[in-house]
């Protein structure tokens, strides 16, 4: 009867340690997984910015156009 105690509390102990090893993987993903979304979100930010950009320098440009009534000299931002 004691070794029988002695082995399902052993299982349990085991079990324990292999679930709690479960939870430490799934929270080191879940930390990936924030880190990636932060890189992402950065990467969003950035591209926003050059939109905002890029609409700033065609509007500047079709403002010039239209006080002179002429084609723009300059050049177009990259996008």
Partial sequence: MQSSKHFHSSQRSQATNELLN???NVWKSVDKL???LARAEK???KAGSQDLEA???ISELTNDMLKTN???TR???KI
Avoid: I, Y
Wanted: with cysteine; glycine share 6%.
């Fill in 34 to 36: 924030k880190a990636g």
């Fill in 55 to 57: 609409s700033s320098n």
């Fill in 43 to 45: 990467q969003l930010v």
């Fill in 22 to 24: 479960d939870f430490s």
């Fill in 75 to 77: 050049k177009v931002c």
């Fill in 70 to 72: 002429k084609k723009p």
